[in-house]
């Protein structure tokens, strides 16, 4: 189960109420405000905490996201590329329960 800070940084993000897809067109578009404003909070709160560590965007559609993600160890920055697409089937498509109960097997990554 989550943990105390875990709780409290994530009840100071905004959540997000509206349940469509990039299908939904207008629905979509408030969709993609609030994923905007939940992320700019979770930003905001990272850096006041000194715990700044990606930077995300997307293209005019919030279908696609990409930026970059970094991290400190022993005075070494290692900074990665990320990329993710948001399917046009999200939130349209039912998740498969042998799916749903697997779990990754962090060794194996």
Known sequence: MADDAT???????PLLKTNSGP????????????????????????KTADNDWFRLESNKEG???????????????????MEFDVSTHTHHTKVCAKINKKQIN????
Request: charged share 35%.
């Open 23 to 46: 299908r939904d067109k207008e629905l979509w578009v408030q969709r993609l405000r609030e994923e905007y404003l939940a992320l700019i909070k979770y930003v905001e709160n990272n």
């Open 106 to 109: 962090q060794k194996n990554i």
């Open 63 to 81: 279908t696609r996201w990409f930026g970059k993600c970094w991290y400190i160890h022993d005075l070494l920055k290692y900074e990665f590329d």
């Open 7 to 13: 709780r409290k940084a994530v009840s100071e993000i």
